[in-house]
């Protein structure tokens, strides 16, 4: 497995943070309890994938094991046709 940074041949960027809040179903929007998250993330910018191709992931929630491999799949792009 390679590395984002080292396929693109690009520094690795900062980590951001990014904190939200969402409510997991009406019952907790009634209640006005929603769910706190808290997220770390890299923004590789001005990076294109460009078609078909299987990739694989890595994340590391808090509250789940370590870490955990999630595969993410890049489709081919859909054509598009303008109505005039």
């Known amino acids: 497995m390679q590395e ?5 041949d690009r520094e690795d960027p900062q980590v951001e943070s990014y904190n939200f809040t969402y409510y997991e179903d009406l019952f907790q929007k ?8 808290n ?10 994938l460009c078609g078909r191709s299987s990739l694989a992931l890595w994340s590391s929630p808090l509250t789940c094991p370590p870490v955990q491999l999630q595969p993410w799949r890049v489709r081919a792009q859909a054509s598009v046709q303008r109505r005039e």
């Open 39 to 48: 997220v770390l993330a890299k923004s590789y910018r001005h990076v294109t």
């Open 4 to 8: 984002v940074s080292s396929f693109y």
């Open 30 to 37: 009634a209640n006005d309890s929603a769910t706190l998250v």
